[in-house]
C-alpha cells in the first residue's frame, strides 16, 4: 500500500477541496509548497512537522488533534 493516500491524505485533501482551494491557493495560505502538500495529501509523507500539521489545522479548519491522530497512524 506504499504511496497510495492513507488516512492524513484523505483527511487534508477532503478539507482542501471543501473549502475550494487549489494546491496553489493552499501552499499561499499555509506557508507550504505546493510540491509538499501534494506529497501529504498523496501519503508519500507519513512523518509531517508539528509545525506543518499546525499550519494545516489553521488554514483548513480542522484540529490539530485530529491531524496527529491520523498521522500518528498513518506512521505504524
Do not use: H
Not at 21 to 39: D, H, M, Q
Not at 61 to 69: E, Q, Y
Amino acid at each position: 500500500m506504499e504511496n497510495e493516500p492513507n488516512r492524513l491524505g484523505s483527511i487534508l485533501k477532503t478539507k482542501r477541496e471543501a473549502r475550494g482551494l487549489s494546491f496553489r491557493e493552499a501552499a499561499k495560505l499555509t506557508g507550504i509548497s505546493t510540491p509538499n502538500l501534494w506529497v501529504l495529501e498523496s501519503g508519500k509523507n507519513t512523518n509531517p512537522t508539528t509545525a506543518t500539521l499546525a499550519a494545516l489545522s489553521a488554514a483548513y479548519g480542522v484540529s490539530a488533534s485530529t491531524l496527529l491522530k491520523a498521522a500518528m497512524e498513518d506512521s505504524k
